[in-house]
């Protein structure tokens, strides 16, 4: 007992927030991001960007590689998960190639994925060039003192930071709904996700920009050289390059289509010059003075965004566990002629049980509101997209987080419509006024909502739920097999399906 009062005195020492790092981030005034940035704008009315969804697994990480390798002068990028797999690595070796030319490169990672890869981290951080921060981290850096101080700090501690940014030269972003790893580029057999981030450059990046910094210099972001041990900041960078040097090397089958080195983007630059939408967009984020307050910065802009609807709005969420007033205005918007159709994973299709009962309680409310329900097919079609061969995944499972409202209005963040994105997360997301967008955004969805790709749940004249696809009608939810099943069966037993 005195060993567990030690041990949790130690996690719950104070750490030091970090200062806010030397440089500032101006739009570089050179290169090939500057060059395309200027034409691009050039074409914009006023304060108009240009913006391009994406959505394919090829298009996601070829979009974070064109931004790393063009980059002459700052990348700034954050991540809730970064994934020590091969996608992971050679975004690693791409920013230590961007570090080695004169690129200033600053990382921000939630806290929560970084046990048990100090070294890592700390490694990447002996970079001259490169800083890593952690946000909202554990003190305790072993997995037993983790748990142990959670369950002292867990109030602090559930608030993690789920925005996912990428930032090059103050001329470029990326904002969405994909982490870093092999599952959201098409490449883990498992499974891989469908999902969709915005690209964008124009007056938004500015806000994006923004964004970033007060994260960077916010009292929950902490150096990584604060939290790793000695020995793990005595890691010689030189030694994970070698080891991320052979594990790309075994998984190069998978990445046959990517240069592992840095590659000349200009064409690509040249693509995106003649395809971007343009429209004015707004972009909404959460605090990240946690302490201060729960997070509530993106929940309320979104709510009014929906409610704004007048002829139809296609939501799109990973996870929907909402509040009763959201189902409410959902069902106002149906009784005014608006179409109201919700696309969210299926249980075959989702990797949280827990969500998933959470969400199924709220199936018959939905229907009886007149909401068009969809759950995500795990054996869909358009897994082409999200799959890159050789790559042969068992399912593809439904991440995104996005919106359109009357086929003008554009939403694309980063959070789900549950209490974890709402009120315990930190999320971003940026709304867009663009009818070539949201008409390109509403293609995305009405595709994913098809019937190869989606069930469409109704309710039977006895009041049983039903599954329609192509080309099976089900009468019980479609599931991976008995034992997920019987796991959402004793998830369901829970009390805690009250507080999700």
């Known amino acids: 007992m005195l060993a567990v009062v030690l041990l949790a005195g130690c996690a719950l020492a104070p750490l030091e927030p970090a200062a806010e ?21 050039s074409g914009l009315g006023p304060q108009e960007s240009a913006h391009w969804l994406v959505d394919t697994a090829d298009s996601a990480l070829s979009s974070r590689l064109a931004l790393i390798d063009e980059a002459v002068s ?40 970084i046990a048990g890869k100090d070294d890592e981290y700390a490694a990447l951080d002996s ?22 101080e959670f369950v002292f700090q867990g109030d602090r501690l559930n608030h993690r930071m789920h925005l996912k940014t990428v930032l090059a030269d103050g001329r470029f972003a990326i904002v969405g709904g994909r982490n870093i790893g092999d599952r959201y580029f098409g490449r883990y ?33 902490y150096p990584i050289t604060d939290l ?12 994970h390059v070698e080891d991320f040097e052979r594990e790309l090397l075994a998984a190069r089958e998978r990445f046959d289509d990517i240069s592992l080195d840095p590659e000349d983007w200009r064409s690509y630059f040249e693509e995106l010059s003649e395809t971007f939408a343009p429209g004015i967009g707004s972009l909404a984020y959460d ?20 409610a704004s609807a007048r002829e139809e709005v296609i939501l799109a969420t990973a996870y929907f566990v909402p509040e009763p007033e959201f189902v409410e205005l959902l069902g106002e918007l149906v009784a005014r002629g608006v179409r109201v159709a919700l696309l969210t994973n299926s249980l075959a299709s989702n ?74 997360n930190t999320e971003i997301g940026m709304f867009v006024d663009s009818e070539p967008l949201a008409a390109e955004l509403a293609a995305l969805l009405e595709r994913d909502i098809a019937p190869r790709n989606a069930w469409r749940v109704t309710m039977s004249e006895a009041g049983d739920l039903v599954w329609t696809g192509n080309p099976r009608t089900l009468n019980r939810q479609p599931a991976r097999g008995f034992w997920q099943r019987l796991a959402s069966f004793l998830v369901n037993l829970l009390p805690i399906k009250k507080q999700i």
């Open 74 to 113: 700052t990348l700034d990028i954050q991540y809730f998960i970064w994934e020590p797999d091969a996608s992971g690595r050679l975004m690693f070796r791409r920013l230590i190639h961007a570090a080695d030319r004169g690129v200033r490169v600053r990382l921000l990672i939630d806290d929560l994925t």
């Open 21 to 41: 790092s030397s440089h500032a981030v101006t739009p570089a005034a050179h290169g090939v991001l500057q060059e395309f940035g200027d034409r691009i704008e």
């Open 351 to 424: 990797n949280h049980t827990v969500a998933h009962t959470g969400y199924k309680r709220w199936r018959r409310r939905l229907l009886d509101a007149g909401v068009e329900l969809y759950e995500a097919n795990a054996e869909a079609d358009n897994v082409r997209y999200y799959a890159m061969p050789p790559t042969e995944p068992e399912l593809v499972g439904f991440h995104s987080k996005t919106a359109v409202v009357d086929r003008r209005w554009s939403f694309v963040g980063s959070p789900n419509i549950d209490p974890r994105s709402m009120r315990l």
């Open 287 to 306: 605090s990240p003075a946690i302490d201060d307050a729960l997070p509530a910065d993106i929940y309320a802009p979104f709510v009014d965004f929906v």
């Open 127 to 148: 970079h001259p060039l490169i800083e890593v921060r952690a946000f909202n981290p554990w003190k305790s850096r072993s997995r037993a003192g983790r748990v142990l």
């Open 228 to 239: 790793a041990s000695r020995r793990n900041r005595r890691e010689r960078l030189a030694d």
């Open 189 to 221: 057999d498992s499974f891989v996700q469908n999902d969709l981030d915005i690209m964008a450059t124009g007056p938004i990046v500015a806000d994006v920009v923004r964004s970033f910094r007060e994260y960077w210099g916010a009292a929950r972001s």
